[in-house]
């Protein structure tokens, strides 16, 4: 049968190989874990009828062994893992085509590990022929073709109708060897047969198990590594350096930094915390929205530009605020240039010369109608830098005027009335008059009943 | 190797390879080196210092929405900073946009090839990007107008020399950043189509990336199949920083919202983060029986939550400062293969094989 190499599996083993073959390995792992004596999955023979059913274990025996061994706590996790694993192929229920996992006494058994997709199979249709083929010339009961393996037989028959005396000869031998095999053997090697032919030619109601084995064109196996240039190893060695040179923080210190971060913004986070009034994904109101493109900002919204200059900048109604603040001490031009410069770094590169001129002109030039102050080296770098303009011409002058805003303007804002009024006085507008009154506006009137309202 | 036929060649071709052995040895005792002092300043691990954090209580989320009109695998989405608009695209071409809300599909385009494994929605709303096996960036201009012929008014603007595996909008509609199967990432400008910085160093596919979520900064980080993680200078086109201890591709990259911090997921089935001023990995999220990759990963607004879409069909929430997972979501009925948390942190979305987008609260 037809198996393929294409899983990239280099000499180097691990390394090389696909997503898929990773995750066949983990799961051929735990398979091995199972089939361990000790402390594996105990399998038996059950006695039925007249006959005796080998190498057995129940899907309860699965999700049981997988809770207790894979630190899992749900069953239903262990169930979806389990399920998944008999979708690969590694274990199958003995008299279902449909491989999922079942948390009751069903039977289960092992496949043998020739059958395993880390063995990259990619089976023919002249495989699938010559085994459905063979399953009718053999007297069994247990081994009658299902109908939709009678229905792919007869498509098969159709398809390959000038070859179909091959296809029959090697039937037939296949048949001849197996009828040698000792009973109970057979019985196991039949099933495990038909399970890899249910991983590779699913029963269409599972149509899905297809894809278990694709990957997306974005893992193709990796090109021999060429080996580097002595330019390459330079320009290594030199990054090396620079980042041993680089200043570290110990992890106790980040550690902190991160913590207080999160219970910072805890409040903030609707996952965590359920929004005011309501999360709108949750109950189809979007009042939660509306507040927030109103132009009468929150207290928790206000109290949020309070924790750093960045909370500021980045809310619309908060730079407003700013820089409304900041107009009434005559002291904007700072601000000003910051979100010129911001706004110059957004335009299409054809603008920017014309731009920079017009931010030189109004902030830096001798001059300057809204003149700034920054330091004299950045000073001369940006003089230098309006010459050749580019996208960043005013970086050293912006990040100076950054800083400046950061230590000054920002905490003289935050101390302001007019800040402390907005956080304070301003309660948020009453929700339901704000509900009542949106409602009004909206385009549908559906839920609205007026006569209910008066 | 061929003998060489002359002598001196041979001296030199000899010369030639002592230097490159000697300086291979020395990249790499200086590689060693910077673990060293990496490790020296790992005084304590997160879930440690962690304890005193209280715990998540009961955790409750489940589908609010759930997307169904792609014909094929959904590989990729975005949303609008309306917080309730997304852009979707998927294996057979087309690229949705949604308002995620009412579930109704506002436009649809049908890209000239397969596999549109990258799509942005623009800063203003007004377009969307997306490509994929094409090579290419391709901007689309949203009409107001429902029956206007969208991919009349298409803008190719990035040009790689292989697949394009993320693409995304800087703060602005005029720059898109991409990254590709060529091993490389790159500034473009929307208007021009113009390069405007290209950034070398991940030594295999680019898979995906994450701009820094700064005011004021101009970095981004970037993901690939070389395993490692770069964060690199938008401005120069520098590496600054560099991360490698996923034992296999890494699939997704996002930035903890201080930007102090990101956190990756690989096929390797797990989540890591790394801290850019402790230059260290600070933490790993796996479990022993998560054994399917991880294809896409987002924090919740405070960074306190990270969540993973796996290729187990599965989504796992963890508890970034105390490592533990503190929940696992069904319901997706193949991979899934996207995961993005709303502009406003209200919701997640997450995009799958089984042609179907859900949006989680």
């Known amino acids: 049968m037809a198996q393929t190499n294409t899983g990239g599996q280099g000499t180097n083993g691990v390394a090389d190989e696909s997503p898929n073959m990773i995750v066949y390995r983990k799961m051929e792992e735990v398979i091995a874990r199972m089939q361990e004596e000790k402390n594996g999955i105990p399998i038996r023979t059950v006695k039925s009828f007249l006959t005796k059913i080998p190498s057995v274990f129940s899907g309860s025996d699965i999700v049981q062994w997988m809770t207790k061994n894979l630190d899992i706590e749900d069953p239903v996790e262990a169930l979806h893992l389990g399920t998944l694993m008999a979708a690969h192929g590694y274990f199958f229920p003995i008299s279902d085509h449909v491989l999922t996992l079942k948390d009751d006494g069903t039977f289960y058994r092992f496949q043998t590990p020739y059958f395993w997709p880390s063995n990259c199979w990619e089976p023919e249709n002249t495989d699938y022929a010559v085994y459905l083929c063979k399953r009718t010339m053999q007297n069994k009961a247990r081994l009658e073709l299902a109908d939709y393996e009678a229905e792919s037989l007869a498509r098969l028959q159709r398809a390959f109708a000038r070859k179909w005396e091959f296809i029959f000869m090697q039937a037939e031998a296949q048949a001849k060897v197996d009828k040698k095999r000792d009973k109970i053997e057979r019985k196991i090697l039949d099933s495990q047969e038909r399970a890899f032919w249910d991983v590779h030619r699913p029963v269409s109601v599972y149509g899905l198990q297809n894809d278990i084995r694709t990957h997306s064109p974005t893992h193709t196996p990796a090109p021999e590594a060429k080996q580097p240039t002595e330019e390459e190893l330079q320009e290594q060695i030199t990054f090396w350096q620079l980042q041993l040179d680089r200043h570290r923080l110990k992890m106790s210190k980040v550690a902190e930094s991160l913590i207080g971060y999160t219970e910072q913004y805890l409040e903030y986070d609707p996952c965590l915390t359920p929004p005011d009034p309501s999360n709108p994904w949750i109950s189809d109101d979007t009042t939660l929205w509306e507040l927030e493109a109103s132009k009468e900002p929150g207290q928790q919204r206000v109290k949020r530009w309070a924790f750093g200059i960045d909370e500021v900048l980045k809310d619309p109604v908060g730079r407003e605020q700013f820089l409304k603040f900041l107009e009434s001490e005559f002291s904007s031009e700072n601000l000003r240039f910051w979100l010129a410069v911001q706004e110059v770094k957004k335009r299409p590169i054809r603008e920017v010369p014309t731009r920079v001129q017009e931010i030189w002109q109004e902030f830096l030039a001798p001059g300057a109608p809204s003149a700034i102050n920054v330091d004299s080296k950045s000073y001369d770098k940006t003089t230098q830098n309006v010459k050749d303009p580019g996208r960043y011409a005013f970086e050293d002058a912006q990040e100076h005027i950054y800083k400046l805003m950061k230590s000054d303007s920002y905490s003289r804002f935050i101390r302001s009335s007019a800040y402390q009024e907005l956080l304070q006085a301003k309660k948020k507008v009453n929700s339901t008059f704000f509900k009542l009154f949106s409602m009004l506006q909206s385009k549908t009137y559906q839920d609205f009943e007026p006569t209910a309202h008066l | ?361």
Not at chain 2, 177 to 203: N, R
Not at chain 2, 217 to 244: H, L, P, Y
Not at chain 2, 280 to 294: C, D, T
């Open chain 2, 1 to 361: 190797m061929r003998s060489p036929l002359i002598p001196e060649m041979a001296t030199q071709e000899v010369q030639l390879n002592e230097t490159l052995a000697h300086l291979k040895s020395e990249s790499e005792s200086l590689k060693s080196k910077l673990e060293e002092e990496r490790a020296k300043l790992h005084d304590v691990e997160l879930h440690q210092v962690a304890e005193k954090v209280e715990g998540l209580g009961q955790f409750v989320m489940k589908t609010r929405r759930t997307l169904k009109g792609h014909g094929n695998k959904v590989l990729c989405m975005d949303w609008c900073k309306d917080k309730r608009r997304i852009v979707s695209s998927s294996q057979d071409g087309k690229v949705i946009v949604w308002d995620a809300f009412t579930t109704n599909k506002e436009h649809a385009v049908t890209m000239p090839c397969t596999w549109v494994m990258a799509c942005a929605y623009a800063p203003s709303g007004c377009a969307v990007a997306c490509g994929g096996l094409d090579n290419k960036c391709s901007v689309y201009p949203l009409s107001l107008d429902k029956n206007e012929n969208l991919a009349a008014k298409k803008k190719s603007v990035a040009m790689h020399t292989n697949y394009l595996s993320a693409c995304s909008f800087t703060n602005s509609d005029m720059q898109i950043l991409t990254s590709s199967g060529d091993g490389t990432c790159a500034l473009w400008d929307v208007e021009s189509g113009q390069l405007l910085q290209s950034f070398h160093g991940h030594a295999a596919d680019v898979l995906c990336l994450d701009l820094a979520p700064s005011e004021t900064g101009n970095t981004f980080v970037s993901g690939g199949c070389d395993k490692k993680a770069n964060v690199w200078d938008m401005r120069s086109g520098q590496c600054i920083q560099s991360f490698e201890t996923h034992e296999s591709d890494i699939n997704s990259v996002r930035y903890y919202p201080s930007g102090d911090a990101f956190a990756s997921g690989s096929d390797d089935a797990t989540c890591r983060l790394y801290d850019l001023r402790a230059d260290r990995e600070v933490a790993i999220y796996s479990k022993e029986s998560i054994i399917f990759g991880v294809s896409s990963v987002d924090f919740s607004l405070s960074g306190r939550l990270l969540f993973g879409g796996y290729n187990d069909y599965t989504i796992n929430v963890w508890d970034v400062l105390k490592g533990t997972r503190v929940s696992i979501l069904f319901g997706h009925e193949n991979r899934v293969s996207t995961l993005r948390v709303s502009p406003d942190g209200t919701a997640f979305s997450t995009g799958s094989w089984d042609h179907t987008l859900r949006i989680w609260a």
